[in-house]
């Protein structure tokens, strides 16, 4: 639309910009208004016919657009963003109902990596997934993870290290790829809650109290803009 709109002269037709449109005879009526609506991949531009008149408008403050409407501009970005987190929040909620079944089930478990004892293999942020021993049977090259204790039997944290030697009824020798020797604790199958057989990077990093306040504040700020190109 870069052509300079001009006042419609009688019975005359009038060329809109580029678009191959006239209007013709639009004074049969002293009153009578027309609305032409023209979508392309520039967005919607509306013109109000009244009289002798055109004047710039909004389709949206006189009708509503059927659903077949082809959407340009900022209504069809917000319509791929609302579609985009439509099928990402599908995807995330088939995903935790599944793991929940799981998880429930004792089948698998989820730990987030706070340390750095794993890396390159398993970095801090990094979810691990483990299922019981009676599911994958430990070995030399696996990951497990297992309760550390101390010399008087007492538990200390959990641990994901890799096995190196030893086996199940002398106790598996145990070390940190990142660690320069193995662990002093040779831990048994009842130690080991879970094998690793499956990990996903960085996610932990924003299931923490601090990462938490600043994606839910940026998320609800997300959906408010959306919102509001929707509405425009």
Do not use: C
Not at 164 to 177: M, R
Not at 184 to 194: A, E, F, N, S
């Amino acid at each position: 639309m870069d052509a300079e709109l001009e006042p419609i002269a009688s019975a005359k037709p009038f060329l809109l910009g580029a678009t191959a449109m006239w209007v013709e005879n639009p004074g049969l009526v002293a009153d009578s208004n027309v609305l032409i609506t023209v979508s392309d991949s520039t967005g919607e531009h509306s013109y109000l016919l009244a009289g002798e008149k055109i004047l710039e408008t909004k389709a949206s403050l006189f009708v509503q657009a059927p659903v077949e409407r082809i959407a340009t501009g900022a209504r069809a970005v917000s319509t791929r963003l609302s579609t985009f987190f439509r099928w990402s929040g599908y995807l995330v909620a088939t995903v935790l109902l599944t793991f929940s079944v799981f998880s429930f089930s004792g089948t698998v478990k989820a730990r987030v990596v706070l340390t750095g004892s794993m890396v390159p293999a398993i970095n801090p942020g990094d979810i691990i997934l483990t299922t019981p021993t009676k599911n994958l049977t430990p070995k030399v090259g696996t990951i497990v993870a297992y309760v550390g204790r101390r010399f008087d039997g007492s538990a200390v944290g959990v641990f994901s290290h890799r096995i190196i030697g030893g086996d199940a009824e002398t106790g598996f020798i145990v070390k940190g790829d990142a660690n320069p020797s193995p662990d002093v604790q040779h831990p048994k199958i009842p130690d080991i809650t879970g094998v690793v057989f499956f990990v996903i990077p960085v996610i932990g990093k924003f299931l923490t109290p601090r990462a938490l306040l600043v994606t839910v504040p940026l998320i609800f700020g997300l959906w408010m803009v959306i919102d509001a190109l929707k509405n425009d």
